[in-house]
């Protein structure tokens, strides 16, 4: 199923880099990586055999390792091909054995991909705006815990590994010496980024317990997706390796500040290059402002892929620089949707801040980008900006329990026709085990107060 020419490609990078092991890889719904090593020889073998497959309940797979069913993905747990994408072919940093890791599409036995893949889910999204003419480009931020060693399954903030000895429960916002604490391990960090090809910037103290975000670069969104994807996996394997562990959970700490992924979307005609947000006077746009109005209109339609634990919703308004609602503003903080400030064109775009960083990268990233074209397509008209604190704020409200959410998704006629009934049923039941799962433990606050009071 893969051209000559693409093999040909694969075996030459591979030679040259000394390549022993290559990792297959997919990303479930979880963003988790799955898939498989194998030796440099069976994997060309298997480019040119078309012997490279998975079987299709990876998708059916909760992040507790049950599996669902449905009318989608059956007992039979029929194969699906395995259709690696060179350009995501890159180094594994970590490894003694020279190893390659790459990305896999999945497709039918006829040729056809499987709409239920989180990457061609965003790859379905992303042909949308390609078809009116468009090109989206975006930028994540990461938002994340450093943990200790969890030997006593207790959650403590991580103590630090460099010199000064600074333990990190204080509030650190902006501290450059609680950077500094653990400069070894972003050293590592940013060393394994350089061979993966992931370029990442700005590194920031963020004001929970050893919390920190890390900045990736403006792209094209497939091409940021599968940075992400690696990303994650990457920043634990190096926290790993100095005995520590990151979390991108929302909300580990109730009290603390939470972690988001929040996404800055443009978008520029394929045409010339340029923003379709901002005029040439660098004026907001009907367009602009019609994406703005999607987001608000269809986020709470999506809000399982925005915020898909029950833990997700811990962060919202909490006042701790978490937004509540999906009001919008010039540099205002406390809105779900913020405009950057600035007078270039270019740079004019969207700060979705609902997401947290317990996301799918494919899927947050097409879900936003479908709001927003949804809101261009149908002319949408947004709320007024918002210039005051919108914490408070009833209206444009955010879903505030994950079955509200849940239940928003699977209802949505409009959502399921363009993200495929395959994937938003498939999606929605995965989800409603995992939250029964968590629901049918008991809580802390169930065995304190419940247990022996009632």
Same mark, same amino acid.
């Given at each position: 199923?893969?051209?000559?020419?693409?093999?040909?490609?694969?075996?030459?990078?591979?030679?040259?880099?000394?390549?022993?092991?290559?990792?297959?890889?997919?990303?479930?719904?979880?963003?988790?990586?799955?898939?498989?090593?194998?030796?440099?020889?069976?994997?060309?073998?298997?480019?040119?055999?078309?012997?490279?497959?998975?079987?299709?309940?990876?998708?059916?797979?909760?992040?507790?390792?049950?599996?669902?069913?449905?009318?989608?993905?059956?007992?039979?747990?029929?194969?699906?091909?395995?259709?690696?994408?060179?350009?995501?072919?890159?180094?594994?940093?970590?490894?003694?054995?020279?190893?390659?890791?790459?990305?896999?599409?999945?497709?039918?036995?006829?040729?056809?991909?499987?709409?239920?893949?989180?990457?061609?889910?965003?790859?379905?999204?992303?042909?949308?705006?390609?078809?009116?003419?468009?090109?989206?480009?975006?930028?994540?931020?990461?938002?994340?815990?450093?943990?200790?060693?969890?030997?006593?399954?207790?959650?403590?903030?991580?103590?630090?590994?460099?010199?000064?000895?600074?333990?990190?429960?204080?509030?650190?916002?902006?501290?450059?010496?609680?950077?500094?604490?653990?400069?070894?391990?972003?050293?590592?960090?940013?060393?394994?980024?350089?061979?993966?090809?992931?370029?990442?910037?700005?590194?920031?103290?963020?004001?929970?317990?050893?919390?920190?975000?890390?900045?990736?670069?403006?792209?094209?969104?497939?091409?940021?997706?599968?940075?992400?994807?690696?990303?994650?996996?990457?920043?634990?394997?190096?926290?790993?390796?100095?005995?520590?562990?990151?979390?991108?959970?929302?909300?580990?700490?109730?009290?603390?500040?939470?972690?988001?992924?929040?996404?800055?979307?443009?978008?520029?005609?394929?045409?010339?290059?340029?923003?379709?947000?901002?005029?040439?006077?660098?004026?907001?746009?009907?367009?602009?402002? $019609?994406?703005? &109005? /999607?987001?608000?209109?269809? *986020?709470?339609? #999506?809000? %399982?892929?925005?915020?898909?634990?029950?833990?997700? +919703?811990?962060?919202?308004?909490?006042?701790?620089?978490?937004?509540?609602?999906?009001?919008?503003?010039?540099?205002?903080?406390?809105?779900?949707?913020?405009?950057?400030?600035?007078?270039?064109?270019?740079?004019?775009?969207?700060?979705?801040?609902?997401?947290?960083?317990?996301?799918?990268?494919?899927?947050?990233?097409?879900? $936003?980008?479908? &709001? /927003?074209?949804?809101?261009? *397509?149908?002319? #949408?008209? %947004?709320?007024?900006?918002?210039?005051?604190?919108? +914490?408070?704020?009833?209206?444009?409200?955010?879903?505030?329990?994950?079955?509200?959410?849940?239940?928003?998704?699977?209802?949505?006629?409009?959502?399921?026709?363009?993200?495929?009934?395959?994937?938003?049923?498939?999606?929605?039941?995965?989800?409603?085990?995992?939250?029964?799962?968590?629901?049918?433990?008991?809580?802390?606050?169930?065995?304190?107060?419940?247990?022996?009071?009632?």
């Amino acid at each position: 199923m893969l051209e000559d020419k693409k093999i040909v490609q694969f075996e030459k990078w591979l030679d040259h880099n000394n390549i022993e092991d290559v990792e297959i890889m997919v990303s479930d719904f979880a963003g988790i990586s799955r898939g498989k090593m194998v030796p440099k020889d069976k994997f060309i073998e298997g480019l040119r055999k078309d012997g490279l497959r998975m079987p299709e309940n990876l998708f059916s797979l909760t992040i507790d390792c049950d599996f669902i069913g449905n009318d989608f993905i059956t007992d039979v747990e029929e194969d699906l091909y395995l259709i690696p994408d060179i350009n995501t072919l890159t180094m594994v940093p970590w490894n003694i054995t020279p190893t390659a890791c790459v990305v896999c599409d999945l497709v039918k036995d006829d040729g056809s991909p499987t709409n239920i893949s989180p990457r061609q889910v965003l790859i379905n999204v992303l042909k949308l705006y390609k078809d009116k003419g468009w090109k989206a480009k975006v930028a994540p931020e990461f938002e994340f815990f450093l943990l200790a060693n969890q030997a006593d399954n207790e959650l403590a903030p991580c103590p630090p590994t460099g010199r000064s000895g600074k333990q990190l429960w204080d509030k650190g916002l902006y501290s450059m010496d609680g950077t500094d604490d653990f400069s070894e391990l972003f050293e590592d960090v940013y060393q394994y980024c350089e061979i993966m090809n992931i370029p990442i910037d700005t590194l920031t103290q963020e004001a929970g317990p050893a919390q920190f975000e890390i900045n990736m670069h403006h792209n094209d969104p497939l091409k940021v997706a599968d940075q992400a994807f690696y990303f994650k996996r990457l920043i634990k394997q190096a926290a790993i390796r100095r005995g520590v562990f990151v979390s991108f959970m929302a909300k580990p700490y109730p009290d603390e500040f939470g972690s988001a992924m929040h996404i800055h979307q443009s978008v520029l005609a394929a045409s010339d290059g340029k923003s379709i947000f901002a005029d040439k006077n660098s004026k907001d746009t009907a367009l602009f402002l $019609s994406h703005i &109005a /999607g987001l608000q209109k269809y *986020i709470p339609a #999506l809000m %399982p892929i925005f915020a898909p634990y029950a833990n997700s +919703y811990l962060r919202f308004g909490s006042s701790l620089s978490s937004p509540a609602n999906l009001h919008w503003g010039l540099e205002n903080r406390s809105v779900g949707l913020r405009v950057p400030a600035g007078d270039n064109r270019s740079a004019r775009r969207v700060e979705n801040r609902i997401a947290g960083s317990d996301v799918n990268p494919y899927l947050v990233i097409a879900a $936003s980008l479908l &709001a /927003g074209y949804l809101g261009m *397509i149908e002319n #949408l008209k %947004p709320s007024k900006p918002l210039t005051d604190s919108a +914490y408070d704020l009833e209206s444009f409200k955010l879903p505030e329990h994950f079955l509200t959410s849940l239940n928003n998704f699977t209802k949505s006629k409009l959502i399921k026709k363009m993200l495929s009934e395959e994937f938003v049923t498939t999606f929605a039941d995965v989800k409603k085990k995992e939250y029964l799962a968590n629901f049918g433990v008991l809580s802390p606050w169930e065995i304190r107060y419940l247990l022996m009071n009632v």
